[in-house]
């Protein structure tokens, strides 16, 4: 298993830009996350989705969109970036979710300029 | 807001002591609590979780919750230099993860 991976590792975008992370599982869970860490900060929920077809907000959706059309896929869609959402971006999955341990992808560091 | 502290430290420890990690949160309605490790660079692995109050145990290290303070500790028994990480506690609330902002530890050997 190649557990979560996400594409790019790193990304400069100028102000304005738009672009999508890429976010993959392949160990069927239900549950996957987007979550963003900014310096020296813990990590701030963006999106979550609970199954394919569904998503909903997290503590900081402003600014993001995702989509959940497979099991596997969960992208995270960034419209007119801005500078305060340079940031490194993890994604998660878990099976269940009150009681199961989160899988983190490596991370894409992102800086818009 | 549901918040979730912990102390950021710097802490640092001899080799072999024990490590004591704190974490309140602000949300009675939290469910589970969660430990994590984070290396400088790396994404976060799960060290542990509880959900029930009192003590649980996992090698080195345990996890302690006590609900009717709303208090959330990882000890870490004979500490070792490859412990030197930032340690994240994590609220489960309402199908959300609320994080604190991490305590940086450093064994010194």
């Known amino acids: 298993n190649a557990g979560v991976t996400q594409t790019p590792k790193f990304r400069i975008l100028k102000i304005g830009q738009s672009m999508t992370l890429q976010c993959t599982q392949d160990?069927?869970?239900?549950?996957m996350y987007w979550y963003r860490q900014d310096p020296g900060m813990g990590l701030k929920l963006i999106y979550y989705?609970?199954?394919?077809?569904?998503?909903d907000k997290g503590e900081v959706p402003n600014g993001y969109n995702v989509s959940r059309s497979t099991t596997e896929d969960f992208p995270l869609r960034l419209e007119l970036a801005a500078p305060s959402q340079t940031s490194v971006y993890f994604c998660?999955?878990?099976?269940?979710?009150?009681?199961?341990?989160?899988?983190f992808g490596p991370g894409t560091r992102l800086t818009v300029t | 807001q549901k918040e979730v502290e912990q102390n950021s430290g710097p802490l640092s420890v001899p080799e072999g002591a024990i490590a004591s990690l704190n974490c309140t949160y602000s949300?009675?309605?939290?469910?589970?609590f969660f430990w994590y490790r984070q290396y400088s660079g790396k994404s976060p692995e799960l060290i542990m979780f509880?959900?029930?109050?009192g003590d649980k145990e996992d090698g080195r290290f345990t996890a302690q919750l006590n609900k009717a303070s709303q208090y959330v500790s990882l000890l870490i028994r004979d500490s070792q230099p490859s412990d030197s990480a930032t340690y994240l506690c994590?609220?489960?609330?309402?199908?959300?993860?609320?994080f604190g902002t991490g305590t940086s530890l450093t064994v010194i050997p």
């Open positions: 998660a999955s878990s099976y269940v979710s009150r009681e199961d341990e989160q899988y």
């Open positions: 160990m069927n869970h239900n549950y």
């Open positions: 989705s609970v199954g394919a077809g569904i998503t």
């Open positions: 949300d009675r309605g939290s469910q589970s």
């Open positions: 509880i959900y029930s109050n």
């Open positions: 994590a609220a489960y609330t309402g199908n959300q993860f609320y």
